[in-house]
């Protein structure tokens, strides 16, 4: 209790992994922006929670598509996102994986959790339903990157395809 006022950041992570687990009882998927990944580190849980209030969810093929920074703990399920680019996705992860692995060297107590990058809503065929099929958009599009809405010709169009936007 001594830090609590030096560490704020450690209480919001610790609100990832124990704070929410006796009141969130039936898991419902909770998606937040991820321009919330970075301030983690420093916003104490209230602080957190009232400038990410988030989105609750309970079925994961609702889920806007997407790359998805996800955090599982216990009853607690933390959906960083939509994020358009893997890669943006990937610097996410890292930012929000130091931040646990910090609170868990503080807590050794935070076990069992997951923390990954995900493209969502997983496919049909992941969760085993195999008699109904994908729409056609998902068939047709390349499994890593989201499906993007055809460009106007432009000075900026050629530009971001040739930096790979």
């Known amino acids: ?3 609590r006022g030096r560490r704020p950041a450690l209480g919001a992570v610790l ?6 687990s006796a ?10 922006e991820e321009a919330a990944i970075p301030l983690t580190h420093f916003l ?6 009232q400038r990410f209030p988030g989105e609750l969810i309970d079925d994961p093929a609702d889920l806007n598509t ?5 955090y599982q703990h216990e009853s607690l399920n933390y959906y960083f996102g939509p994020i358009l ?5 990937q610097d996410y992860l890292a930012q929000l994986r130091e931040t646990v692995e910090a609170a868990v060297s503080r807590r050794p107590s935070i076990q069992d959790y997951r923390l990954e990058l ?3 809503p997983s496919t049909p065929s992941s969760a085993g339903s195999t008699q109904s099929e994908p729409p056609a958009d998902e068939v047709s ?9 055809e460009p106007k010709p432009s000075f900026w169009s050629r530009v971001k395809r040739v930096f790979g936007f």
């Open 1 to 3: 209790m001594a830090h």
């Open 15 to 20: 609100c990832l992994s124990l704070g929410f």
């Open 23 to 32: 009141v969130l009882q039936a898991t419902p998927i909770r998606v937040i």
């Open 44 to 49: 104490t849980k209230a602080d957190f929670d």
């Open 66 to 70: 997407g790359w998805y920074v996800i």
């Open 85 to 89: 680019l893997e890669s943006i996705g």
């Open 118 to 120: 995900s493209f969502e």
């Open 141 to 149: 599009r390349p499994s890593s990157l989201p499906p993007q809405p």
